[in-house]
């Protein structure tokens, strides 16, 4: 069994004696542990039910701590860091000697992330304090599903593989709602491998570097075509029927018989309750979700990114 709280002195604690901890970020919920502990980053696998070779992303509390996981970190590397943490971004840099195989999965680089939710800035801080020297985490759901932004779907989706001992550390929802940009900086220039809230006009204006985009260098599970599905099925830009679940811009009216699942006014909105709505089409038993998808660049280049995954058969 495991157990929700808000106690996170405990939490640390926890992470410290080898546990699991769910815990909110401004992205998604992560499912952390101990980034230097192979038997506690194992459980991580087990409860997610996710290939091995995937690697994770440590975070840590603040980018002094860059240096234990990253080497020949590149000066673009270090101005990102310098504007955007903390925040969603994830930075892939060289590894040290710290960042074993069972992070990296085998690779010769490591994904670091210093996330800005103040519960998890906390439980960072105080990891560190005990003597932790990252937490390693994925997003907090069964692998190939829909990220989690509430301690609530957390608990649904994974309270029953966690074991006496973790814990899901409840705060505030995650109020971006998809996950972290993911940005290669182990070449001469940077490439976004995930796209999210930081986009690449934000990068190339504080790097002054091109930024490439959709590069497939490394391996990124978020890059394998079915990921971030519900049960229902997905379909984008079509005309609702009705039954089905419907997901769109507040300006989007919905048909007679249809369900509505949310009414963003903005991108910003759109992403923040994306994940959610598929949760609740599930909830509610649904067998089809129409999204349509959000235009423009930047944020919505990103939920589209997801909507993308989400349909794909
Ligand atoms: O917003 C986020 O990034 C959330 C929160 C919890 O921080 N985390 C997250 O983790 O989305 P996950 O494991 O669901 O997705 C992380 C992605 C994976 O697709 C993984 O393959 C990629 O990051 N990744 C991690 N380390 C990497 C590396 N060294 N090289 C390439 N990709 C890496
Ligand atoms: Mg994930």
């Not at 929700?4 to 499912?31: C, K, M, Q, R, W």
Request: hydrophobic letters at 40%; a negative charge; charged letters at 20%.
């Amino acid at each position: 069994m495991s157990k929700i709280t808000t106690d996170i002195e405990l939490a640390a604690h926890a992470l410290a004696s080898g546990n699991l901890v769910a815990f909110p970020t401004e992205t998604v919920y992560g499912l952390g542990a101990d980034a230097t502990n192979p038997v506690a980053v194992a459980r991580i696998y087990a409860v997610k039910g996710r290939p091995l070779n995937h690697p994770l992303i440590v975070h840590i509390p603040s980018a002094d701590f860059l240096t234990s996981w990253a080497k020949d970190i590149p000066k673009y590397a270090l101005q990102l860091a310098d504007s955007f943490w903390p925040g969603p971004m994830t930075l892939i840099l060289k590894r040290t000697e710290l960042a074993k195989d069972f992070i990296t999965g085998s690779q010769d680089s490591v994904g670091v992330r210093v996330p800005s939710h103040p519960v998890s800035q906390e439980l960072l801080a105080r990891f560190t304090e005990l003597g932790g020297k990252g937490v390693a985490a994925p997003s907090a759901n069964k692998f190939g599903r829909v990220s989690t932004t509430s301690s609530v779907a957390v608990m649904e989706d994974l309270a029953g593989s966690m074991q006496e001992g973790d814990l899901i550390l409840e705060g505030a929802d995650s109020d971006i709602g998809i996950e972290s940009t993911i940005i290669d900086c182990t070449g001469s220039t940077p490439a976004i491998l995930r796209p999210g809230a930081i986009t690449s006009d934000m990068i190339r204006k504080v790097t002054g570097l091109e930024v490439s985009e959709g590069d497939s260098r490394v391996r990124v599970s978020g890059s394998m075509d079915k990921h971030y599905s519900p049960m229902a099925k997905v379909v984008l830009d079509e005309l609702a029927q009705p039954g089905d679940g419907l997901i769109a811009m507040s300006d989007v009216v919905t048909p007679q018989g249809v369900i509505r699942l949310c009414e963003p006014r903005t991108v910003e909105e759109y992403a923040s309750v994306l994940y959610s709505s598929l949760r609740l089409a599930d909830q509610l038993k649904l067998t089809r979700v129409v999204a349509i998808s959000p235009s423009g660049d930047g944020l919505a280049l990103a939920i589209r990114n997801r909507l993308a995954k989400a349909s794909a058969e």
